[in-house]
Structures are given as C-alpha cells and as structure tokens.
C-alpha cells in the first residue's frame, strides 16, 4: 500500500523523517501542493517564490534519480490531498511540521478530517533541534529572554541523529498526474531574478555547497559576522528556509568534519548559538502566536506611530540619502538576501528614527527575503523596534554612520550598493552631507542631484523617538470603557 508524503518546507530527501518513516511502510507519492492565489494568508513573498521554483525542480531532480518523481498540483490541501488518495489508494498521508500559526490551524484540522476518512496521518519535526514547546521554564512558562533558553537547550543536549536519503525509490502501483512546473507560476513575469541565478543554489545539493564553502571560515566566525563587507556568515538562511538542510545535520557535520568540539570553538560555538536564536524565535512565535501582528510589549501598542508612505518609499528603494541603509536595502532588492547588521540597522532605522510602524518594514522583509519566515522575521523586527523579547532597549537607537564606520570601515559594501557614491574618499562614503563641497565635487556628487539629501536629520529624529519611548513607559492614562 502507498503513502503520500506532503513536501512543504522540507525540501530534501536527507533527514528527512515524513519520507524516511513512510518509505519504510511502502512506495511512497512525493507531493507539493501550491495553495491558490488569495487562498492563504501566508503566501510566498515574490523572492521565496522564485526560490521555491528552482528548489522543486531540484527536488523532482533528486526523486527521479532515485526512481521516483515530484507530483505537483494547485489548489486547496485537503481536497486535494484527498483527491490524490483516491487516485493513489494510498493508506497513509505524512508530512513534516510547519509551526506559524495559519499552517498549524490548517494542518491540524487537515489531520482531524484525513483521519475521519480512515487514513493514518503522522507529522514530524524536520525543521527544529527542539519542538517549539519542548524547553520551558521550571514553572512551564515560555522563555523571554534568549540566554537562559539557549542554557536550557545546551543542558537537554542538541540532537543531532540524522536519516540517510534513500538510494531507491519503489514505484507506487500507479503514478497520479502532475502539473509541470510551469503552471505553478512561480517565476517572475519580468527578469528581476538575475542576479539572483547567479549567486544563489536552491536545492539540497546547494545547502550542503553553502555548508562546506562556510566551513573553513567558521573559526573566524564570531569575529567576522557583523562585518557588511566581508563573507563572514554562512548564507545557509534561505536553504534552511525550505528545510533543503535541517540543524541536526548541520551539528553532525560540525562535529564530524571540526578538529574540535563545536561547541568548544568560539566560532563554532556562537554560530550555533545563531542557530539557537532561530529556534527560540519558533519558540516564541508558537507560545505567543498572535506576535505577527501584536507588539510582544503590549505597551508599543500606544506608540503614535507616523504613515509617511513617501519615506516608507525611499526606506524599500534604498533612496533615503544614508548611505549604509541604502546600500542595505538595495542589496535586499537585488540579492533577494541582507547581511544581519543591514537588517538590524535598517530596521532601528524604520521604526526609530522614521517611526513607521514596524509591521510595514516585517511586511517588505516578507515580499523581498529569499529567506523570509515568519518567526525569524517577526523576532528579528520585534527585537530590534524595541517591542520583543529580549529586545534591544527603547534607549538604543543605531546610529547608522557610527555602524557603518564600524563594520564596513572601508566602505566597500557601501560603495558596492550605492554606487553614485563610490569616488568619495573613505572618510566620508558614510556621511556624504558632512564632506566639503570641494571633495564632493572632486567626487563628482551633487547632492540632490546624484544621490538623495539624507530624508531625516538622524540627530532629531533620534531626539524624537526616544521621547516618543519615553511616554509609553508612564502609565496609561487613556480613559477605561
Ligand atoms: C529585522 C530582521 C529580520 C530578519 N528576518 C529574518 C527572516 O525572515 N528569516 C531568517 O532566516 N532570518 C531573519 N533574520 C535573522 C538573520 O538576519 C538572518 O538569519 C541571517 O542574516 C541569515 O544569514 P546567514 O544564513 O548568513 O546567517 P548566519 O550568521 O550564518 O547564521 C546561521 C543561521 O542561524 C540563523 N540565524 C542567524 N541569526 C539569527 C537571528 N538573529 N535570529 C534568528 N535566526 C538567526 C539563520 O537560520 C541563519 O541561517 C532577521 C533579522 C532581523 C534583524
């Protein structure tokens, strides 16, 4: 008897414990279904599309090298799904857990009616070291505050036992159709993904390039990491996105390639501890499920913040005249990826000195981030807008040319994404405004012309927010009902 398995973001066929479970029982059918348009509220972005395309087709690749294939079909899960059993006959349908809070209503009513039809349906963990609620307090409160969470994980030990991919693949007794991948229109209409072909491997095999191409570096990570200019991180964020590589595997490959225990280098060990911040953020967004849309400080929720959609505009175009924001957002734009720093900095940047609501900078990051998820996504902005847990404090606003003086100290990534700006000497790549007019003339930069006059002064705009700050921290004094 056959069993469905149902890919989502699990694209790979190591490690893999839905497939590696149902292939034990009988052949087994590979499916992807692609909701239709406006039928889920946590569609791809654009960007995640575009990966989502190429990442199929590699996994098709990978079953048919096997003996197997990929069946692909639009439309709503369950019926769909339980028009594949009846095509299929399967007696079993498995897939690998999503955590957001749509997928999980979703799955788990799906579960609830499969199993009504008298199919087994069994889910696992293929994204995660631990369930998003396996760690908690003593008391089984949920942890706020990341350093005692991720001393909770050490002590319960990560796992890291891995499932081979299997070599063959069994034929099921009969092969539903599929659509080509074509019809799932997922590529973009115009040719905005070039640069993306160029620097990006989606698939399996990619995740594991990306993997051992980190490797050598990962001694130098903990010093290298908030460098903007340098190849200092591993780019694995996409490839584990789609679950093309999964944190077990990528503990097991530490310790068996690493002269050292990983958790013994320094660079090893705060790359895991990143890893770690990941798997608190899932743990966070299942214990606080409505974080997409509430401020984890439910105080943020008086925040007067401003709508502005001009500056909101020059912030998504990289036109806000402060130069590492802009070189910060373009790269976003034209990668589909933005270094960590450059997240952090343009987000402080949005909703501290811009006061625009943080929910808007989460929605672009979402369009626009090959890697875009909705617990790092929404952890990472919550964080860094001050409202989350364990979040930078209100008083800490970046200073966007301090940062970049910091860790981009020669300007290359700078000049790499701002290019108008690139014959200004080093000294002043960061704050074009403060450069005499004879050395920006030598540069060939007219402000306002070339390249945009800073959209806000950083110095007031600073000023404004921490007062703005300030009174969410008096009591509320709006009237009660
Ligand atoms: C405003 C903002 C939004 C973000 N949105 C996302 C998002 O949508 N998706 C996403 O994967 N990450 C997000 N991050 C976290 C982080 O910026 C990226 O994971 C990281 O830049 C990816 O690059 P890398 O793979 O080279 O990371 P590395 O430094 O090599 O880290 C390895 C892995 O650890 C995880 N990780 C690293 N830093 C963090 C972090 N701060 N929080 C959670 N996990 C982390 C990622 O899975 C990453 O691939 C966001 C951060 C901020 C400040």
Known sequence: MSGIVWFRRDLRLSDNPAFHESLAQGPVVAVFILPEEGAQSVAPGAAARWWLHHSLAALDAALRARGGRLILRRGEPLSTLRTLVRETGATRVS???LYDPHSVARDTAIKTALREDGLTVRSHNAALWFEPWQLTKHDGEPYRVFTPYWKAALRAGLPQDTLPAPERL??????PDSLPLARLDLEPRIPWDRAMRTLWQPGEAGAWAALQAFLPRIDAYHEQRDRMDRPGTSRLSPHLAFGEIGPRQILATLQGQLPHDPLDGQGSAHFL?????????FSLL???????ETPLDERFER?????????LAAWQRGQTGIPIIDAALRELWTTGWMHNRARMLAASFLSKNLLIDWRAGERWFRDTLLDADWA????????TAGCGADAAPYFRLFNPVLQARKFDPEGHYTRRWVPE???????DIHAPWEASPAVRQAAGLVLGRDYPHPIVDLAITRERALAAFARLREPDRSPTP
């Open 273 to 281: 501890r990143e890893l770690g911040w990941r798997e608190f953020s």
């Open 421 to 427: 700006l690139a014959a200004l000497p080093t000294r």
């Open 286 to 292: 299942h214990h606080f499920p409505h974080l997409p």
């Open 303 to 311: 925040l007067p913040w401003r709508e502005d959609s001009a500056q």
């Open 95 to 97: 897939w690998n857990r």
């Open 170 to 175: 069994p034929p099921p007794p009969i092969w």
């Open 376 to 383: 790092n996504n929404v952890q990472g902005w919550q964080w």
